[in-house]
């Protein structure tokens, strides 16, 4: 059964990027533009993983993850935020509102799939070549010792 995730991302643009990336590995998708449209398709379709972009309009995209996090249904999906300024406060604040990790933009195919596959299993085990036209930044290894400094 293929995995289902959700990508919330105003820019429509990354959106189908990541999309893509996705359906290339046997995953379906499906993508929204805003946190209300969103919310209604994860309660409608439950996946098995969000991407949400921390800058994502109409509503706070914090206080789209908690919104999740309190419906007995969804409260158990993994939740990744992105951002192009991802930083440490950022990261603190989505960690508490109940996400589970973060993409800092640009990132890199490869850091996607082992994103997701440290978070969800995967049915295949695909070998993804690094994309030289992205900048690879994985901060899934940032801790809360390194945010306290």
């Not at 969000?50 to 409260?75: E, G, H, S, W, Y």
């Not at 890199?108 to 994103?115: A, I, R, Y």
């Not at 995967?122 to 690879?136: H, K, L, Q, Y």
Request: charged share 25%.
């Amino acid at each position: 059964m293929k995995k289902k995730i959700i990508i919330i991302d105003k820019d429509k643009w990354n959106a189908r990027v990541v999309s893509s990336y996705l359906i290339q590995w046997s995953m379906e998708t499906l993508t929204f533009t805003n946190c209300s449209e969103g919310l209604a398709g994860i309660v409608n379709s439950v996946p098995d993983m969000i991407i949400i972009d921390i800058q994502a309009n109409d509503i706070n995209p914090l206080i789209a993850i908690q919104v999740v996090r309190k419906i007995d249904a969804t409260k158990e999906i993994p939740i990744l935020v992105s951002s192009s300024n991802l930083n440490r406060e950022i990261l603190r604040s989505a960690l508490s509102y109940g996400a589970s990790g973060a993409l800092s933009k640009p990132f890199s195919q490869k850091t996607l799939f082992e994103k997701i596959s440290s978070v969800i299993s995967t049915e295949e085990d695909e070998e993804i070549e690094e994309d030289d036209d992205f900048i690879n930044i994985d901060i899934s290894a940032l801790s809360d010792e390194l945010i306290e400094k």
